[in-house]
């Protein structure tokens, strides 16, 4: 099989998301974030996107997260599990525009948020999980008490496109993370139509140990490789 | 106000409770730094929900990691041995109930151990990051707060005013004047800070405490 597409101007693997995308980014507090494939977004101006990402509460020291779209009144809806900082102190553009009635923001625990992604990626439509009983994230969900243990319905979570961050890729798409920039970015690979990888460096195919390897290529569609 | 024991000595208080070989995760904020206290004979494992089994000790400067922190956004260090997941293996072990303890900070903790921690009554908007799965999934959950709020309100409740992140699922609370344990026949007064009594404790906790037999002062 041929090996996957590489772009070395992330404007190009993105040029055809259209506006009202669904769109993962990856991403947890600044680490193993698609910076480059966000600010393309941005400047490309896509519109209506549906986010699905874990955290938007931007302020990791400067670094660029997917609060970079939000500020940009480029999202009508969120999907995450840490929206805004802990503190109070500064108004964040997703509270403005909550307020204001520009976005829909759905809050999801985090692990819960992981286990949609990954269900969707793996052809699993819904599961039961007991995180969430007998609180607000239960509202509205079927609870049924499985071996014993109350448990909510909660959906599979699919995107038109993930933007991932990868540390390295081989020339066939398959991925290698380094420490806690993996997080989301494993799971949202498998869970898009189209998956574009933003890595630090593509290797030759054979160069990375089989066993080592994360995200297989199967997953991955296109790699833009990290400018500077 | 009398004064409790510092936030550092209640972490001290729980660092005693862990045991050699648990695995443990620590909220953010003041649970991290339980992770200071323990002892080094004890080998405890850390595990951050941002995909770490095995967090060491907080880096120099000049040697963090831009792309290691834990679930806090802080540099962190690794030990040896340490593992790196993904956030589905990361939360797979905490709902499949693989983690021994969780130390979570707390809003309001209710007689029956229901526990709020994620977003204040009347805010809009608040982060419910982990908390939920960690509370819920943890084997044995112990809560790090202080007694009562800055305005002096109770946040050992009756019933939890705020939106709940668990159902019943806290086992202690450690705070600056009390250890309480939440038993299925209420909540049991364990210790008392130095200089405080029982009776000056339950004033301060809106649900009526069984005071332990064995009541003792908090001591390390």
């Known amino acids: 099989m041929a090996g996957r597409p590489v772009y070395h101007d992330p404007l190009d693997a993105i040029a055809d998301i259209p506006d009202g995308a669904v769109i993962m980014t990856g991403g947890f507090a600044g680490r193993g974030v698609p910076v480059q494939l966000i600010l393309a977004l941005r400047e490309r101006g896509v519109k209506g996107i549906t986010l699905i990402t874990n955290d938007t509460s931007g302020g ?6 997917a609060s970079y779209l939000i500020e940009a009144k480029q999202v009508k809806k969120v999907i995450v599990s840490w929206p805004v900082p802990a503190s109070t102190a500064v108004i964040t553009p997703l509270e403005q525009q909550l307020l204001a009635g520009e976005l829909e923001l759905e809050v999801v625990p985090q692990g819960t948020l992981a286990e949609r992604i990954r269900a969707a990626g793996a052809g699993i439509g819904a599961f039961y999980t007991p995180t969430g009983v007998g609180t607000p994230f239960a509202q509205g969900k079927e609870v049924r008490t499985i071996n014993g243990i109350e448990q909510i319905l909660e959906y599979s979570l699919a995107a038109d496109y993930a933007l991932v961050h990868a540390h390295k890729a081989d020339a066939y798409g398959n991925l290698v993370y380094r420490r806690t920039a993996r997080n989301f970015n494993p799971p949202m690979a498998t869970a898009a139509t189209v998956t574009i990888a933003e890595v630090d460096e593509v290797v030759p195919a054979g160069s990375l140990d089989p066993e080592s390897i994360v995200t297989p290529g199967i997953y991955v569609h296109r790699l833009v490789v990290k400018k500077g | 106000m009398k004064e409790g024991i510092a936030r550092h000595v209640v972490a001290m208080r729980i ?16 649970p991290t730094l339980v992770a200071n206290y ?11 929900e941002n995909g770490v089994i095995g ?50 900070g707390g809003l309001q903790v209710s007689e029956k151990g229901d ?30 707060m202080d007694h009562v709020t800055k305005d002096g309100e109770w946040k050992i409740v009756n019933q939890c005013s705020y939106p709940l992140t668990a159902k019943g699922v806290v086992h202690t609370i450690f705070t600056d004047i009390a250890v309480i344990l939440v038993t299925p026949e209420g909540l049991v007064l364990q210790e008392v800070a130095p200089g405080w009594t029982a009776e000056e404790v339950q004033a301060l906790t809106e649900p009526r405490l069984t005071i332990s037999r064995g009541l003792q002062e908090i001591s390390l």
């Open chain 1, 60 to 65: 990791w020291g400067g670094r660029v997260d």
């Open chain 2, 15 to 30: 660092a005693k409770e862990l045991q050699d070989g648990d695995y443990v995760n620590l909220g953010i904020g003041q």
């Open chain 2, 38 to 48: 323990v002892p080094p004979e004890k080998q405890v494992f850390f595990h951050s």
């Open chain 2, 55 to 104: 967090v060491g000790p907080m880096p120099e400067p000049e040697n963090e990691d831009p792309d290691l922190s834990n679930a806090g956004g802080q540099p962190i260090t690794v030990i040896p041995g340490a593992a790196f997941i993904s956030h589905v293996d990361s939360f797979a072990l905490v709902r499949g109930r693989h983690l021994d303890i969780a130390v979570l």
């Open chain 2, 115 to 144: 526990l709020a921690n994620w977003i204040r009554l009347g805010r809009k908007v608040g982060g419910i990051g982990g908390a939920a799965d960690i509370a819920r999934g943890a084997k044995r959950i112990y809560v790090m």
